[in-house]
Every structure is written in C-alpha cells, then in structure tokens.
C-alpha cells in the first residue's frame, strides 16, 4: 500500500459527509414532493430508495469504527452522530409513506412551507458537520447550529398556525386526525435536526 | 481583579440556579393558569416571555462551558442539564400555547392536579441540581430524584384517569382530540422531569 | 468473607441478566393477553407486577453502581442499559394498562402480530446484554443487534398496514382515535426495543 499524507482518520469525515448529503436529497425530495402534492406510491418509493441508501451509510459508519484505533472524534460521538442523521432521513421518509397512506395528494401550503424549512435546516446541518473537521475554528460550527434552532421555532410556529387553521376550518374529524399528524410529524423533523444541531454543539464543546 | 476564596468554578452552579429558578417560575405560572383556567391570549404571552428567558440561560451556560478550561462536572453533564432544564419550559409553553389555541380555557380539576403535580416535581429538581454543589453528599440529592420519579408515577395514573374520563363522557370527537392531547402532553412534563432527574442521578453515580 | 474465583463484577452482568428475564416474563405475557384478547383488570393487574418487579431491579444495578468502584462496563453505559430496559417494561405495561382502559378486549390479528415481534426481539436484546459478558467477541453480540433493527422494521411496516386498514374500514372516529394510538404505541415499543440494540451497539463499538 502506497504512502499517504493524508491522515487516515478523514475517512469519518468523508463517510459523515456521504450520509449529509444523502439526507440533503432526502430533504430535496421532499420540498419537491410537498410542491407538487404528489405523495403518491412513486413518490413514496423515491423517499424509500434514499432512505436505505442512508442506512447504509450508517452502517458504514459502525463498521469504520469497528476497524479503526484512532478517531478524529470520540467514537462515541461520531456513532451518535451517524445514528441520529440516519434518524432524520428516516423520519422524512415515514412522513411520506403516512402521507401516501392517507392519500393525501393534494399541495397543501403549509408543507410546501414545511418543505422549505426542512430543507433550509438540513443544509445548515450538512455546513456544521463539515465544519467540524476544523473543529479548532467553532464560531462558524456553532452559527450553523444557531440557525437550526431558529428554523425549528420558525416549525414550531408554523405548526401551530396550521393546526389552529385546521381546528378553525376542518369538521370532519376524520380528515382532521390525518393532518393534525402530518403537521405534527413535520414539526418533529425539525426537533431532529434540531436534536442532531445539539450533539455537533456538545462536541465542539467538549473539544474547546 | 481581587484576591477570593471561591473556585470560579461555582459559577455553573450558578447559572444553574438561576435556570432552575426561571424553571420554578414557568411551573408556578402553569399552576396559577390552570387554577382559574386562564390560557387566554395573555397567559400565554407571560409563559412565553418566561420561556425566552429560559433559553438565554441555556446559552449563557454554553457560552460559559466554551470559555472555561475547568469545569466542576463533566462538561457534557452540564451541557445536557442545561438543555433538558430548557426543555421542560418549552413544554410548559408549548403546552400553554396548545390551551390557549384549542380555545380551552375553563378551569378543569385535572389540570389543577397536574399544575400542583409540575410545580412538585420542579422544586425537587430545584433542590436536586442545588445539592450537585455537595456531591460528596449523594444520598440527599438522590431523595429529590426518587421523590420526582414518584411524582412521574403520579401524574401516569392522573392522565390515564383523566383521559378514560374522557372516553366515558365526551361523545365529541374534536373536543375529545383537544383534551387527549392536552393530557397527554402534561404527563410528558413529568417524563422530562423525571429525565432530567436521571441526567442528576447518573451525574452523581459516576461521580460516587 | 471466603475467597472467590469469580470477580465481584460479574455481578452487573448478573443483574442485568436478572432484568431482562423480567423483561422477557412482560413479552411472554403481553404475547399471551393479545392472543387471547384479554386486556382486561386481571391482564392488567399481571402486567403491573412484572412493572413494579422491573423497578425493583433498576434501582438495586443503581445502586450496586453507587458501592461498586471497578465495574465490567463503563458506570455510565450500565446505568443506561438498566434504564433504558425497564423503560421497555414500562411501556409495555402502559400499552396494556391503555388497552384496558379503552376497553379494546377481541383478539385482534395485528396486536398477536405485535405480541409475536415484542417477544422476538426482546429474546434477541436478552442474547445481546448476555454476550457483553465476552466482549471481545463482538460479531454475536452485533448479530442480534442487527436482528432487532430488523424486527423493528417489521413492526413499521406491521403498524402502517394496520393504521391503512383502520382508515380504510374503521368510520367511527373514537374507535379509530383508539386503535390507532394502540398500533403507535405498540411500534414506540419495538422503537425502543431498538433504542436499547443502539445502546448495546454504541457499548461494543467503544471497547472494540
């Protein structure tokens, strides 16, 4: 085997940057889905594809792990940080099938709007984890993980409104479960990022 | 700058106690709105404005751990403390914002029994995170930890009485998903005490 | 005292080899009440002890780790596999108290479905939290991990199969309001069956 500047231990960057980037098409494939209103089996198996894509990526990453002495960050840190992306990308992904489930077909504003905020924070997500390969400059990491926090309150806000309006405007109870959920599952999303947002500040922190 | 006796280090006890503090507040105004039933516009706004409050701590605290080299606890434990603290006054908002947005906003025994129930297991919290200043005195600390997994227990049994109330009587099913989910998220205030009190207890079994 | 062959930590692997046979005995009987449909006072009443005795040997690894200085594990991961067990057990006691409660007492194919994979996977975590007694043979201990990632997929899908039939067949609301929290609440459990895998995973991946 040949000789390498590289330092071995950039390959957990490289595998955390993979799965990042999975979860930003999962997030894409979304934002897209919500315009359209096109929750429907195909868009469904398209969410289904990326999110075994993510698993293995997760996995990947356990096994790296396994093989590997020297980490660039506490093992344990990086197995909760490829655990809970992967949780995201899951989360988007029963989302859609609970939306095809309930043959909700129709473009709705409110996930169009949750479409983008889910987008927006996975983004800002996909910056914090790159950023932590330099994790001796942690202002910039830690203004990503800011950011999350904003786009979760902005979800939460959103929610809010959109259950209200649905209590307001929906008398069939029947319908008004079914979004009462997707409103709320949507909201979670971006608890998760938010949650995946906290272990990149507690890193930064316990290295600073 | 002056010679003193005091560590630096009491500081994050510190600024605990100041989050606890607002934490006893949030649930003393969750007791006195459920008391006269008044999730109206303008109880929602004075928990909100305690919340706000709350999460500047909740930096405040972070900022601290960045900024200081040694710490009294393991800097993760105080991360995680002053996060999940954060967290139940989200929820005591959240839930108040939900009141207030379901428009329901008579007095009801249930959500007397819950807000006495919260304020209960804050103030063991209270004393509970006060106490991690003496760790070397575990036994006490671990009473307010028992005392609020008691009071978890409690608030179990109150909300599955309230909610087969709710099955028996309420023939409604929009004022029947309203009530559910409110009892609901207040037994959940108590499972964020009681992880909190756990994040407590294992500071101290480590440290023992 | 008498002089002993066997190093005194063995005796937190004994524990919490005694916690998951309590665990195993909640499976056992959750499979049973849902095969014959009785979610009754009796069924209830069983369960609630198997709760409580799982209390019981939560709180006595708690306390071994407060009077114990070298343990077989890091202090931190016993305490949370402990917990995060019992959490298992109390929530499959809700499940039934819940049950009980909405008076939901005819067999139901989908809950002896559930009843099946609950057992399933909790003889897996058993096999899992025994084998960390030979740590340095990890292959094993990650086979059941992975086998319990696998049956909570099941369950996933075992879940959204049996909500599209509620809403496909089910038009009372309060009816579906029931069942459909008893088919979420039945995936929480696999959901944390998974939780305790991770945990397990996370334990393996550190000492590796």
Redesign the interface.
């Known amino acids: 085997m040949g000789f390498s500047f590289l330092p071995k231990e950039t390959k957990f960057f490289d595998l955390l940057d993979q799965q990042t980037c999975n979860l930003q098409k999962a997030a894409a494939k979304f934002r897209q889905l919500a315009k359209d209103g096109k929750f429907d089996e195909e868009g469904a198996k398209a969410m289904r594809e990326i999110e075994q894509e993510g698993d293995t990526f997760a996995h990947e990453i356990?096994d790296a792990?396994?093989r590997t002495f020297i980490t660039p960050l506490d093992?344990?840190d990086i197995?909760?940080l490829a655990?809970e992306i992967d949780d995201i990308v899951d989360y988007i992904n029963?989302t859609t099938?609970?939306m095809k489930?309930?043959k909700l077909t129709t473009p709705v504003p409110e996930m169009q709007q949750f479409g983008v905020l889910f987008e927006d924070a996975v983004n800002n997500l996909c910056k914090a984890v790159t950023g932590l390969r330099e994790i001796s400059r942690?202002r910039r990491i830690l203004d990503y993980c800011i950011e999350v926090n904003r786009l979760e309150n902005a979800g939460?806000q959103l929610k809010?409104a959109a259950?209200?309006k649905l209590?307001d405007q929906v008398?069939d109870?029947?319908t008004?479960?079914?979004w009462?959920e997707i409103f709320e599952v949507s909201e979670v999303i971006l608890d998760k990022c938010e949650h995946v947002a906290?272990i990149i500040?507690?890193i930064?922190?316990?290295q600073?």
């Open positions: 356990t792990l396994n093992r344990e197995f909760a655990h029963s099938t609970r489930l309930y942690p939460d809010d259950v209200e209590f008398k109870p029947i008004l479960i079914k009462k906290k500040e507690s930064v922190v316990k600073s």
